[in-house]
């Protein structure tokens, strides 16, 4: 099961063919929830307080929603076609990921593939922080890098890892390089890529800064790579 907060987020995840187990709703927003869920779910009706108990949290957005989590698809499936994927290693912070899928759903990614120990893009705050396109943008889970690699080669991507390096190449140069099929590879905050991830990399790429910074965000950083990366593909 996986927790979806407020209507919006509710509404995308039920087109996203996802269904719902039951819903924690208080009496206001009623009407939102039965007219989404209608006879699919349970809907349990509580004032502000009780919801608060329960959850251990203001439910500010008024409605919580238990949904039962999709089977992953395999990543031979969910990169077929895709001209541009982001790849996201070992990221612990939930705010970062549902940022991240925020970006890769506006700026024109195909699919997100997360690694092992990176966090759960369907964790509540993840999605919320999404805004649901954690339900719109296709993803799933990588195996570890020595069988990653020969997947993401078999589908014909090249392995783009955002990293500071000597032998670097500037994000715009890349860009301007052409490449048909790009899988961007971003790092866990503070650490950033392993040594694995950038062994694997067919390229390093690196976002020119000024002002004496060497790096972003890693949300921010996804943002940058993926506007500029994607410009000859919206």
Not at 138 to 154: F, H, I, M, N, Y
Not at 163 to 183: I, N, Q, T
Request: hydrophobic share 50%; aromatic share 4%.
């Amino acid at each position: 099961l996986y927790i979806a907060e407020s209507s919006k987020v509710l509404d995308r995840a039920l087109r996203a063919g996802h269904r719902p187990r039951s819903v924690l709703v208080q009496e206001k927003f009623l009407a939102d929830a039965v007219a989404l869920v209608g006879e699919d779910a349970d809907v349990y009706v509580v004032r502000a307080e009780v919801a608060e108990q329960v959850t251990g949290y203001a439910v500010h957005r008024g409605l919580l929603a238990s949904m039962h989590r999709p089977a992953l698809a395999p990543v031979a499936d969910v990169v077929a076609g895709a001209r541009l994927v982001v790849v996201l290693e070992d990221i612990v912070d939930h705010t970062n990921i549902g940022a991240a899928f925020r970006s890769a759903a506006a700026l024109g990614a195909d699919a997100v593939l997360v690694t092992p120990r990176c966090a759960d893009p369907l964790y509540r705050r993840s999605v919320r922080v999404s805004m649901g396109t954690v339900f719109q943008v296709p993803w799933t889970r990588l195996p570890e890098w020595s069988e990653a690699k020969p997947q993401l080669v078999d589908a014909g991507l090249h392995l783009a890892a955002l990293a500071l390096s000597d032998d670097a190449v500037s994000l715009d140069a890349f860009s301007a390089a052409g490449h048909e099929r790009v899988a961007l590879l971003l790092g866990a905050e503070g650490d950033g890529l392993s040594r694995s991830a950038l062994a694997a990399a067919d390229t390093i790429v690196t976002i020119p800064m000024a002002g004496g910074v060497d790096s972003l965000n890693v949300a921010a950083a996804s943002a940058v790579a993926l506007w500029e990366l994607g410009r000859g593909r919206r």
